[in-house]
């Protein structure tokens, strides 16, 4: 059993940075891969990021590419995203989530355990 606690979501004007990070439980972290994914008001909850177990490959949905990066502290059991040049379109409520496999995936199925969410708030 894993769990998962984000922190550092907030308000910030278009243009500006916010970082959302995930704290995980348990010894078994470094085995797991990483997502993140978010769910604006009365749309389907999508997918953002993900980062592999190692640390090694990432992936990112098109629309944050360059803008959003994703990185991993074994030795601590947490998880970054941090976004820069951020839009009023990236409001949403950001959720990470570990999968078993390690592996980079883009598929909510394939997460086991999920954060409670952190809000980000981008003001025009």
């Known amino acids: 059993q894993v769990q998962l606690v984000e922190s550092g979501g907030g308000l910030v004007q278009a243009g500006g940075s916010l970082s959302v990070s995930c704290a995980a439980n348990?010894?078994?972290?470094?085995?797991?891969?990483m997502g993140w994914f978010r769910q604006a008001p009365g749309k389907e909850r999508e997918f953002v990021a993900a980062?592999?177990?190692?640390?090694?490959?990432?992936r990112y949905i098109d629309s944050v590419k360059g803008r959003f990066t994703t990185s991993r502290d074994n030795a601590k059991n947490t998880v970054d995203l941090q976004m820069n040049s951020l839009k009023p379109e990236d409001t949403a409520v950001y959720y990470c989530?570990?999968?078993?496999?390690?592996?980079?995936?883009?598929?909510?199925?394939?997460?086991?355990?999920w954060g409670q969410g952190t809000q980000v708030t981008v003001s025009s």
């Open positions: 348990g010894r078994t972290f470094g085995s797991y891969a």
């Open positions: 989530a570990a999968s078993r496999s390690g592996f980079v995936t883009t598929s909510m199925a394939q997460y086991d355990y």
């Open positions: 980062i592999s177990a190692s640390g090694r490959t990432t």
